[in-house]
């Protein structure tokens, strides 16, 4: 313990000298508008920018294990991007990432010298065949990606530790290290919530954006499915997969979801569908200060039950704050049967994880493995650590024990649907909501199973010190009012603060 507490405090230590060591531009806590406006005025180059983020990382991974690889081109898309911009040259499809660093959630495609492996051994040295459909509309934004972060193994679909994948080792909170960092994408979270990236990507196929954001003190976006391409990504299911931006602020989130929302052939159903949502100009103009005026807003108390004063209280000073802002609050009765929703998912999900991984396995232009089968038996073969080992791999195993979309799978799939037109879309109509409330990622269930969209924004800390946040869902398209009101909240409240690294 000794030995943990001398390390901790030196990154701390190191965390101060870097914040005020770095010649005219503030490095710690940049977001992407002052990046920009560094770039313009000199005082920054993306060269200098990867530099301290890989910095970042060599100091403070080794404890916190958020990233799995760092890109070895990174420095080189850096000096292009240098080159790029001092000559005018600037791409066009460039936007506000040009030159920003991203690192990328373990499950998502990149067609270079990183893996792809959802944090598992067994697609260590997998070749894929071509950029994943976000990741490619970052690099024609001109983004540099920087590395990729540390998921839940399989995406928690093999039930581990959250956090841990046998490849990076078990990612920890930086608030409180013995805290949980939550959610399959923890890496991103918690590399986003310690500056070791300007911005990250996440997915989300229940809770897995909307926890770890909450947990890590940073902002998430959970975008109606569709909106952004699922193509290259390591999937669980198509009904309700959705990759998303988890940074620092409001503004660095919705700088990201520019860039990555739109149509894309190889995910044409989806993405066709949602891009009707896209509105003209961007996201951007959605960052309003007043941007909860005039909003309605439920409020679940079933979603609040359980939580302590000290949370409570928060919450209720929050919800205060959305009055005070000009909101109507509407006190909401959800009716959802939240167990049934649970069941109902994890009977569509098996099969659908099943036949989703085998098609993204069978595609690869190499693999070691080539379906869940042998993903399982390489398991086997493989055992994980000896701490984890009551953890095994029962979601895998019944997931390989179906044979495609059959009337049990047809039926849940209806109840599903039914709960969600008859459960959160009738009361959204019945009481012309722009949005539910929610502390955490208590309403991921309800917004996954009707690929409808979600913001974590920080909340506050307990009495340890652990985050929490709160999340302002809608239905499908939207974002544009749960932007507005994100944005608002965010800059009302100003909760986050830098991690403290406490035991």
């Given at each position: 313990?000794?030995?943990?507490?001398?390390?901790?405090l030196?990154?701390?230590?190191?965390?101060?000298?870097?914040?005020?060591?770095c010649?005219?531009?503030?490095?710690?806590?940049?977001?992407?508008?002052?990046?920009?406006?560094?770039?313009?005025?000199?005082?920054?180059?993306?060269?200098?920018?990867?530099?301290?983020?890989?910095?970042?990382?060599?100091?403070?991974?080794?404890?916190?294990?958020?990233?799995?690889?760092?890109?070895?081109?990174?420095?080189?898309?850096?000096?292009?991007?240098?080159?790029?911009?001092?000559?005018?040259?600037?791409p066009?499809?460039?936007?506000?990432?040009?030159?920003?660093?991203?690192?990328?959630?373990?499950?998502?495609?990149?067609?270079?010298?990183?893996?792809?492996?959802?944090?598992?051994?067994?697609?260590l040295?997998?070749?894929?065949?071509?950029?994943?459909?976000?990741?490619?509309?970052?690099?024609?934004?001109?983004?540099?990606?920087?590395?990729?972060?540390n998921?839940?193994?399989?995406?928690?679909?093999?039930?581990?530790?959250?956090?841990?994948?046998?490849?990076?080792?078990?990612?920890?909170?930086?608030?409180?290290?013995?805290?949980?960092?939550?959610?399959?994408?923890?890496?991103?979270?918690?590399?986003?919530?310690?500056?070791?990236?300007?911005?990250?990507?996440?997915?989300?196929?229940?809770?897995?954006?909307?926890?770890?954001?909450?947990w890590?003190?940073?902002?998430?976006?959970?975008?109606?499915?569709?909106?952004?391409?699922?193509?290259?990504?390591?999937?669980?299911?198509?009904?309700?997969?959705?990759?998303?931006?988890?940074?620092?602020?409001?503004?660095?989130?919705?700088?990201?979801?520019?860039?990555?929302?739109?149509?894309?052939?190889?995910?044409?159903?989806?993405?066709?569908?949602?891009?009707?949502?896209i509105?003209?100009?961007?996201?951007?103009?959605?960052?309003?200060?007043?941007?909860?005026?005039?909003?309605?807003?439920?409020?679940?108390?079933?979603?609040?039950?359980?939580?302590?004063?000290?949370?409570?209280?928060?919450?209720?000073?929050?919800?205060?704050?959305?009055?005070?802002?000009?909101?109507?609050?509407?006190?909401?009765?959800?009716?959802?049967?939240?167990?049934?929703?649970?069941?109902?998912?994890?009977i569509?999900?098996?099969?659908?994880?099943k036949?989703?991984?085998?098609?993204?396995?069978?595609d690869?232009?190499?693999?070691?493995?080539?379906?869940?089968a042998?993903?399982?038996?390489?398991?086997?073969?493989?055992?994980?650590?000896?701490?984890?080992?009551?953890?095994?791999?029962?979601?895998?195993?019944?997931?390989?024990k179906?044979?495609?979309?059959?009337?049990?799978?047809?039926?849940?799939?209806?109840?599903?649907?039914?709960?969600?037109?008859?459960?959160?879309?009738?009361?959204?109509?019945?009481h012309?909501?722009?949005?539910?409330?929610?502390?955490?990622s208590?309403?991921?269930s309800?917004?996954?199973v009707?690929?409808?969209?979600?913001?974590?924004?920080?909340?506050?800390?307990?009495?340890?010190?652990v985050?929490?946040?709160?999340?302002?869902?809608?239905?499908?398209?939207?974002?544009?009012?749960l932007?507005?009101?994100?944005?608002?909240?965010?800059?009302?409240?100003?909760?986050?603060?830098p991690?403290?690294?406490?035991?």
């Open positions: 313990m000794a030995e943990l507490r001398l390390q901790v030196a990154f701390v230590m190191a965390l101060a000298i870097a914040a005020v060591s010649g005219g531009f503030e490095f710690q806590e940049a977001t992407v508008d002052a990046i920009q406006l560094g770039f313009r005025n000199g005082s920054l180059t993306s060269t200098a920018l990867v530099r301290f983020y890989l910095d970042q990382i060599g100091r403070l991974n080794p404890l916190l294990h958020a990233v799995i690889e760092v890109n070895p081109d990174a420095l080189a898309q850096a000096a292009r991007a240098d080159s790029e911009r001092s000559s005018g040259r600037c066009s499809g460039a936007g506000g990432l040009h030159g920003v660093p991203v690192l990328l959630k373990d499950n998502i495609a990149t067609r270079d010298r990183l893996n792809t492996t959802a944090g598992s051994l067994a697609l040295g997998s070749v894929v065949k071509r950029d994943a459909g976000v990741a490619s509309r970052l690099r024609r934004a001109g983004a540099v990606i920087l590395g990729k972060a998921p839940s193994e399989w995406s928690n679909f093999r039930p581990v530790a959250s956090g841990w994948s046998a490849r990076g080792g078990q990612t920890l909170n930086p608030y409180v290290l013995s805290a949980t960092p939550c959610g399959s994408s923890a890496g991103p979270g918690v590399a986003a919530a310690t500056n070791m990236a300007a911005v990250t990507l996440g997915s989300e196929t229940d809770g897995s954006i909307l926890c770890p954001s909450s890590n003190s940073v902002v998430g976006i959970k975008p109606t499915v569709g909106l952004t391409s699922r193509s290259g990504v390591i999937p669980i299911t198509p009904r309700q997969d959705t990759i998303g931006p988890m940074c620092r602020t409001v503004s660095d989130a919705v700088h990201v979801l520019d860039a990555i929302v739109g149509y894309d052939a190889l995910d044409a159903e989806a993405t066709g569908a949602a891009s009707e949502y509105p003209p100009g961007g996201y951007r103009q959605f960052l309003k200060t007043d941007g909860l005026k005039g909003k309605r807003i439920g409020v679940a108390s079933m979603f609040f039950a359980g939580y302590d004063d000290v949370h409570l209280t928060v919450y209720e000073e929050h919800l205060h704050t959305m009055r005070r802002h000009g909101a109507t609050l509407i006190d909401l009765d959800i009716a959802t049967n939240l167990t049934d929703l649970g069941i109902q998912e994890m569509a999900m098996y099969a659908e994880f036949l989703s991984i085998n098609a993204y396995l069978s690869l232009l190499y693999s070691p493995v080539r379906s869940l042998e993903v399982i038996a390489f398991n086997n073969a493989h055992p994980v650590e000896e701490r984890l080992k009551d953890f095994g791999q029962p979601d895998l195993i019944a997931a390989e179906t044979n495609g979309i059959g009337v049990a799978e047809r039926a849940a799939i209806r109840r599903l649907d039914q709960l969600s037109t008859d459960g959160l879309e009738k009361l959204m109509n019945q012309q909501l722009d949005a539910i409330v929610a502390p955490n208590d309403a991921s309800v917004l996954a009707g690929g409808y969209p979600g913001i974590a924004v920080p909340a506050g800390y307990d009495k340890r010190g985050p929490f946040g709160i999340c302002f869902g809608g239905l499908k398209g939207y974002e544009p009012r932007i507005e009101m994100a944005f608002a909240f965010e800059q009302a409240s100003k909760v986050r603060k991690p403290a690294f406490k035991r």
